[in-house]
C-alpha cells in the first residue's frame, strides 16, 4: 500500500454542524500533516503530527481539532466552521519524523463547502 | 512575505520539447527543495526532490537544477507530454522546522500536441 487516503471526497456541511475529515496511511510513515488549499493559492500548512504527537500547530482556530489515534490514521473534527473555511483540505505523510528533511506524500484531498 | 516564488504563473510547450519550470527563494537557509505536480481537484503528486549540497538531481524525463549562489531552482522536463499539463508548485524546507514546506505559488503547464 503505496498511498495516502482520504475520506469523503467531498463534504457539503451546514455552519452549526460537526463532522470529522478522515485520512489513512499504511506506509509505515512516522509523520502526518493536515493542509488547507484555497483556489489559485498554493497548500497552507495547518497541524503536524510526529510519531502520533502533535508538533506543529500553525495558529489555526479551535473549530478544527486534529486527532492522531494511531501512527496510520489522522482525522480532523469540524465545528462551527465559517464559510471562508471552504476549501480542499490535504492529508501528507512522510516516512522520518519531522525534523528530518524528507518528501511528503499527499492524499487527494477532501473538497469541504460549508453554507 | 512570499519567500519562495513562482514568477511564471502559466507556460505553454509544444508535445516533445523542453518545459522548464522556474523557483526563486530569498531564505538563504532552506537546504532542501522539492517539486510536486497537481491535477485540478487532486492532491499534491511528489516529483522530484534535492538537497541543497547537490546542484542537479534526475529521474527520468524530470531533472531539477539548484543555483545557490541566484537562491533559483529550475525544473526540466524532457520530452514534455501531454499528461504533463498541471500545476507544478517547487516547495522549500529547512532542517529542524519540523518539515514545514514553504510553498511556491505554482505554475500551470499546459503541453499542447
Known amino acids: 500500500d503505496t498511498e495516502v487516503t482520504q475520506t469523503p471526497k467531498h463534504l457539503v456541511m451546514g455552519m452549526t454542524n460537526k463532522k470529522s475529515l478522515k485520512c489513512e496511511q499504511h506506509?509505515?510513515?512516522?509523520?502526518m500533516y493536515w493542509y488547507k488549499q484555497k483556489a489559485k493559492k498554493p497548500p497552507e500548512l495547518m497541524f503536524v503530527?510526529?510519531?502520533?504527537?502533535?508538533?506543529i500547530n500553525e495558529s489555526v482556530p479551535s473549530r478544527f481539532s486534529p486527532e492522531c489515534p494511531n501512527s496510520s490514521l489522522l482525522n480532523l473534527h469540524l465545528h462551527a466552521l465559517q464559510p471562508e473555511d471552504s476549501a480542499l483540505y490535504l492529508c501528507?505523510?512522510?516516512?522520518?519524523?519531522?525534523?528530518?528533511?524528507?518528501?511528503?506524500?499527499f492524499g487527494p484531498g477532501t473538497r469541504l463547502t460549508v453554507l | 512575505d512570499q519567500q519562495v516564488k513562482q514568477n511564471s504563473p502559466s507556460l505553454s510547450v509544444q508535445e516533445g520539447r523542453i518545459s522548464i519550470l522556474n523557483c526563486d527563494y530569498t531564505?538563504?537557509?532552506?537546504?532542501?527543495f522539492l517539486w510536486y505536480k497537481k491535477y485540478p481537484a487532486e492532491g499534491p503528486t511528489f516529483l522530484i526532490s534535492?538537497?541543497?549540497?547537490?546542484d542537479k538531481n534526475e529521474d527520468g524525463r524530470f531533472t531539477v537544477f539548484l543555483n545557490k549562489s541566484a537562491k533559483h531552482l529550475s525544473l526540466h522536463i524532457v520530452p514534455s507530454q501531454p499528461g504533463d499539463s498541471a500545476v507544478y508548485f517547487c516547495?522549500?524546507?529547512?532542517?529542524?522546522?519540523?518539515?514545514?514546506?514553504?510553498f511556491g505559488t505554482g505554475t500551470r503547464l499546459q503541453v499542447t500536441l
Open positions: 516547495a522549500a524546507l529547512l532542517t529542524g522546522t519540523a518539515s514545514k514546506l514553504t
Open positions: 531564505n538563504s537557509m532552506f537546504d532542501y
Open positions: 534535492i538537497s541543497s549540497i547537490k
Open positions: 506506509m509505515g510513515h512516522r509523520a
Open positions: 503530527y510526529s510519531y502520533e504527537k502533535l508538533s
Open positions: 501528507a505523510s512522510s516516512l522520518k519524523g519531522v525534523y528530518v528533511n524528507n518528501e511528503q506524500f
